[in-house]
């Protein structure tokens, strides 16, 4: 996993932009159950492993619900070096 979202499903209007925004099919919407003002809302899908980090979802949402995390991804550079000596 490289990134992660967090939705606030409160304020969320079940627009559906960021679930046709998502490459990789992290978002779904809920269906049947709504928040607090009726509205089916986006949630983490079964694919939510799979989010980059793209943040499209975030971009495209109109209400701004949306906060991406991404994960910091370091090269170990001592690693690598040692690998080409040996190489
Ligand atoms: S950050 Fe990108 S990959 Fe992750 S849920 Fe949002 S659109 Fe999908
Ligand atoms: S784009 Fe925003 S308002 Fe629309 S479904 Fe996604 S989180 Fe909800």
Request: hydrophobic share 35%.
């Amino acid at each position: 996993m490289l990134g992660a979202i967090v939705i606030n499903e409160d304020r969320c209007k079940g627009c559906s932009e960021c679930v046709v925004a998502c490459p990789v099919g992290a978002i779904e919407l809920t269906g049947l159950k709504i928040n607090a003002s009726g509205y089916s809302y986006a949630q983490p899908s079964a694919k939510a492993d799979c989010c980059t980090g793209c943040t499209a979802c975030a971009v495209v949402c109109p209400d701004g619900c949306i906060t991406v995390y991404r994960k910091k991804v370091t090269v170990d550079e001592s690693e690598d070096e040692g690998k080409e000596a040996k190489a």
